[in-house]
């Protein structure tokens, strides 16, 4: 079965443009210009136990913002998004990411590199590919089940995203080993990392976030300055 990608953007003719792009390449589109007809949409396919693959999901919308439908799509799901961003600054990607999103792209963006990120997503959320060998990563009290994508502290579920998962998995895969931000772009994002970009910076930084709030003050993910990240493999829970 294709997969089912939702473009929810109110530049109909770039949506029009990005639709028959994807559609030649075999993606299964459907497409959205408002953001309380989208968040509302996604709410009744979420209930139908029918949810898309990914969203690709414009920052800038009229009725509701993108941000605003991303908040609200994280209170019951967790489907890939990859926010559209048309601003030059990056506060809105870094908003974005810290909000729950796996990825970025600029506006204007070009159709053929969109659909490089959406592969790298849907690689590493594809239900249907390949099965690796099932292994679970246990230490400080955090579990984490590669198979089922499971994670959890002391027996409490710790809610991530795909890529905050994935983020993690290749730091607790990988204890008291430095992991290169290189490195961690492909594990996680699978893609490779490009100057300036801060997605790994605020996918660790939501990970810590979610671990301080059930072990509070422990710092079990260092960071070394310039070169990437490690989970210690000893501390004091």
């Known amino acids: 079965m294709s997969q089912h990608i939702l473009i929810v953007d109110?530049?109909?003719?770039?949506?029009?443009?990005?639709?028959?792009?994807?559609?030649?390449?075999?993606?299964?589109?459907?497409?959205?210009?408002?953001?309380?007809?989208?968040?509302e949409h996604l709410r009744q396919q979420h209930s139908k136990n029918d949810e898309y693959d990914?969203?690709?999901?414009?920052?800038?919308?009229?009725?509701?913002?993108?941000?605003?439908?991303?908040?609200?799509?994280?209170?019951?799901?967790?489907?890939?998004?990859?926010m559209l961003t048309a601003r030059g600054d990056d506060i809105d990607r870094i908003v974005g990411l810290e909000a729950g999103a796996d990825d970025y792209l600029p506006k204007p963006c070009n159709p053929r590199e969109l659909l490089a990120r959406l592969r790298a997503?849907?690689?590493?959320?594809?239900?249907?590919?390949?099965?690796?060998?099932?292994?679970?990563y246990n230490i400080h009290n955090i579990?984490?089940?590669?198979?089922s994508r499971v994670s959890t502290i002391n027996g409490e579920i710790l809610d991530l995203t795909s890529a905050e998962f994935n983020t993690l998995l290749a730091l607790i895969s990988r204890p008291g080993q430095l992991v290169s931000k290189e490195d961690l772009t492909q594990l996680a994002l699978n893609r490779k990392h490009t100057r300036y970009d801060r997605s790994v910076d605020v996918h660790i930084s939501n990970v810590r976030k979610k671990i301080a709030s059930h072990l509070g003050a422990?710092?079990?993910?260092?960071?070394?300055?310039?070169?990437?990240y490690i989970l210690v493999d000893q501390v004091d829970v």
Do not use: W
């Open 121 to 136: 997503v849907l690689r590493r959320t594809d239900k249907q590919q390949e099965k690796t060998p099932v292994t679970q």
């Open 10 to 39: 109110d530049d109909i003719e770039l949506c029009e443009l990005l639709s028959q792009y994807l559609s030649n390449e075999g993606i299964r589109i459907t497409l959205l210009h408002d953001g309380i007809e989208a968040i």
């Open 54 to 82: 990914a969203i690709v999901l414009d920052f800038m919308l009229p009725g509701i913002q993108g941000l605003d439908i991303l908040h609200k799509l994280r209170g019951f799901s967790t489907t890939p998004v990859l």
């Open 218 to 228: 422990v710092d079990i993910i260092k960071t070394v300055r310039g070169s990437g």
């Open 143 to 147: 579990m984490l089940d590669s198979g």
